[in-house]
């Protein structure tokens, strides 16, 4: 079965330093792979998703992430945390019909 | 373009009692999820619709969820009678079609329930 595991409940760096947020995921098929975040009391928003046109996906407010089949991946990095970064971020596996299989989160903290 | 949109935003009942959430998609959207995201938890879907049939609802509990998109449009997700173990967020989400893995999924602000 499919699943999705993101290392770290809980990650903090301070400001302007790199973001590194952890995924893997389980698949015998090639994955189509998201990365939501969530900002307090909101709903889930798109950062970027990979759907096997590149390896390296860029995506909104500087993020992008790296598929890696090898490694069976696909971390999500931010070259300069923002005190707006914080916030809890998803990773989902789409499963056919496109239902998403979300990773239990990261909450990213970003401290001065 | 106005987005999903959900009401209640808030929600406190008693165990027992039920409930109903309602989800207005995206315009034109053919697709709606229903969600639910337990506090420390990724969001598990509910049920998933296309227009107004059901494609998922593998994991929705149905002895005491219901769920329908007469018109297939709107939405309402019901529960009667309610269990501690349902305080969550509820999440609407939209999307233009469905059975293509690569589309994204657009979702609502939530309806955050706590059951006493």
């Known amino acids: 079965a499919q699943s999705v595991t993101q290392l770290g409940s809980h990650v903090s760096v301070s400001e302007g330093a790199l973001v590194l947020l952890r995924c893997n995921y389980s698949?015998?098929?090639?994955?189509?792979l998201f990365w939501y975040v969530q900002y307090p009391n909101q709903g889930l928003q798109l950062l970027l998703k990979?759907?096997?046109?590149?390896?390296l996906v860029k995506g909104i407010n500087g993020f992008e992430a790296e598929f890696k089949k090898s490694e069976t991946s696909f971390h999500l990095t931010k070259p300069s945390a923002h005190m707006s970064d914080a916030a809890e971020y998803f990773c989902?596996?789409?499963?056919?019909?496109?239902?998403?299989?979300f990773g239990a989160g990261t909450r990213l903290a970003v401290h001065p | 373009e106005a987005g999903v949109a959900q009401s209640p935003r808030y929600k406190i009942i008693e165990k027992r009692q039920s409930v109903a959430f309602w989800c207005n998609p995206i315009?034109?959207?053919?697709?709606l999820y229903w969600y639910q995201q337990i506090l420390g938890q990724g969001p598990k879907l509910l049920i998933q619709?296309?227009?107004?049939?059901?494609?998922?609802d593998s994991q929705l509990p149905k002895d005491r969820f219901s769920a329908e998109r007469l018109k297939g449009v709107d939405s309402t997700l019901k529960i009667q009678p309610a269990k501690l173990e349902d305080s969550a967020v509820y999440l609407c989400?939209?999307?233009?079609?469905?059975?293509?893995?690569?589309?994204?999924?657009?979702f609502g602000p939530g309806t955050r329930l706590l059951v006493l």
């Open positions: 698949s015998s098929v090639p994955p189509y």
């Open positions: 619709f296309q227009n107004n049939g059901v494609v998922d």
């Open positions: 315009s034109g959207h053919a697709t």
């Open positions: 989902a596996y789409s499963g056919g019909y496109n239902k998403l299989i």
């Open positions: 989400a939209s999307s233009v079609t469905s059975g293509r893995q690569e589309e994204t999924q657009y």
């Open positions: 990979y759907t096997s046109a590149a390896t």
